[in-house]
């Protein structure tokens, strides 16, 4: 993150703004297993519960800036999804913050299940809109009170659209997404800048595999590129009798993550779960940790066109 900023580096920073955009724009998550509804609208009621969850990330916590807070990466995330039938219906609101820059994104998604070969065939797609904003405060400049230089917050709102596409089975899924499609294009106060929304790609694949009654194991992977930039990850989670688990994943040239997580209550509809990044890549400008931390709660699936029965002590049926 640039700090210290003359009038011709601010001008030079907003051009180079759109590259580092390819790699910065979309915030990473170490639990992207547990959050497919972000990477891709097909997964939109995939697991046949009405589920609510929220999000937590802070990316290389503790990284020290010259002033202020240091501009280390700040995410929240809130998402529902709810099965009816043969369709999925979703929503999301994003907040993330990486030093002066925020970036919010409130997306709805629907998805349509169509078995196929003794699964089913997800295609969703989703629409929503895509706030960006920089606190210009928040920059220092080399020649203060330049009146080049904006002040305070200029932000911009343009309508985004993804669309994806996603294979099911009982023992795998794999699927495939595209983001940003519109490529909106943001100014934030900067005529000689265009800061767009690139499209990116993802590509989300898991199997399970039995040990018996009680153990599981989830190979997971996740593929993301802009078409100029290509990033992995990926590893395996293990869970006991449905209701403990834990898992090892490595981020291509960036961490290895450590995750565990319970399922609680009688019914374990209450999940609590989380990460820990253990930095291996790039250290000398990144903090070496980053951790996550994951609440999700499920409901069943709602039941359409079907009247309650109502019981009595005199007719038991």
Same mark, same amino acid.
């Given at each position: 993150?640039?700090?210290?900023?003359?009038?011709?580096?601010?001008?030079?920073?907003?051009?180079?703004?759109?590259?580092?955009?390819?790699?910065? !724009?979309?915030?990473?998550?170490?639990?992207?297993?547990?959050? $497919?509804?972000?990477?891709?609208?097909?997964?939109?009621?995939?697991? /046949?519960?009405?589920?609510? !969850?929220?999000?937590?990330?802070?990316?290389?916590?503790?990284?020290?800036?010259?002033?202020?807070?240091?501009?280390?990466?700040?995410? !929240?995330?809130?998402?529902?999804?709810? &099965?009816?039938?043969?369709?999925?219906?979703?929503?999301?609101?994003?907040?993330?913050?990486?030093?002066?820059?925020?970036? $919010?994104?409130?997306?709805?998604?629907?998805?349509?299940?169509?078995?196929?070969?003794?699964?089913?065939?997800?295609?969703?797609?989703?629409? /929503?809109?895509?706030?960006?904003?920089?606190?210009?405060?928040?920059?220092?400049?080399?020649?203060?009170?330049? &009146?080049?230089? $904006?002040?305070?917050?200029?932000?911009?709102?343009?309508?985004?659209?993804?669309?994806?596409?996603?294979?099911?089975?009982?023992?795998?899924?794999? /699927?495939?997404?595209?983001?940003?499609?519109?490529?909106?294009?943001?100014?934030?106060?900067?005529?000689?800048?265009?800061?767009?929304?690139?499209?990116?790609?993802?590509?989300?694949?898991?199997?399970?595999?039995?040990?018996?009654?009680?153990?599981?194991?989830? &190979?997971?992977?996740?593929?993301?590129?802009?078409?100029?930039?290509?990033?992995?990850?990926?590893?395996?989670?293990?869970?006991?009798? !449905?209701?403990?688990?834990?898992?090892?994943?490595?981020?291509?040239?960036?961490?290895?993550?450590?995750?565990?997580?319970?399922?609680?209550? $009688?019914?374990?509809?209450?999940?609590?779960?989380?990460?820990?990044?253990?930095?291996?890549?790039?250290?000398?400008?990144?903090?070496?940790?980053?951790?996550?931390?994951?609440?999700?709660?499920?409901?069943?699936?709602?039941?359409? /066109?079907?009247?309650?029965?109502?019981?009595? &002590?005199?007719?038991?049926?």
């Amino acid at each position: 993150m640039i700090r210290i900023f003359s009038t011709p580096l601010l001008t030079a920073a907003f051009l180079l703004l759109s590259n580092w955009a390819l790699g910065q !724009q979309d915030p990473q998550f170490s639990l992207f297993a547990l959050n $497919q509804i972000y990477f891709n609208p097909a997964a939109s009621g995939a697991d /046949g519960l009405t589920r609510f !969850q929220l999000t937590h990330r802070a990316q290389y916590a503790g990284y020290q800036g010259t002033f202020d807070d240091g501009g280390a990466a700040s995410t !929240q995330l809130f998402s529902f999804s709810v &099965p009816i039938k043969n369709i999925g219906i979703g929503f999301y609101a994003l907040n993330d913050r990486i030093g002066p820059l925020t970036n $919010q994104d409130f997306q709805l998604s629907a998805a349509y299940r169509i078995p196929m070969a003794g699964g089913n065939l997800a295609v969703g797609a989703r629409a /929503g809109l895509y706030r960006r904003a920089i606190d210009y405060n928040r920059l220092r400049p080399g020649e203060p009170g330049d &009146p080049l230089i $904006q002040t305070g917050v200029i932000s911009e709102i343009h309508p985004d659209a993804s669309v994806g596409v996603r294979y099911e089975t009982s023992a795998y899924y794999v /699927g495939l997404s595209a983001n940003h499609l519109l490529g909106a294009r943001y100014r934030l106060g900067a005529d000689a800048a265009t800061n767009p929304l690139v499209p990116t790609f993802y590509l989300n694949a898991g199997m399970i595999l039995e040990f018996g009654y009680l153990l599981q194991v989830q &190979p997971i992977l996740l593929v993301k590129t802009d078409l100029n930039e290509f990033s992995a990850e990926g590893g395996a989670m293990a869970t006991y009798n !449905q209701r403990y688990w834990a898992g090892v994943t490595y981020r291509q040239q960036d961490a290895v993550i450590v995750m565990a997580g319970i399922n609680l209550m $009688q019914d374990q509809s209450l999940r609590l779960s989380g990460a820990y990044d253990i930095v291996v890549g790039g250290t000398s400008v990144k903090s070496p940790t980053s951790y996550e931390v994951l609440l999700s709660y499920a409901l069943p699936a709602p039941k359409v /066109g079907k009247k309650t029965i109502v019981r009595t &002590p005199r007719f038991r049926f």
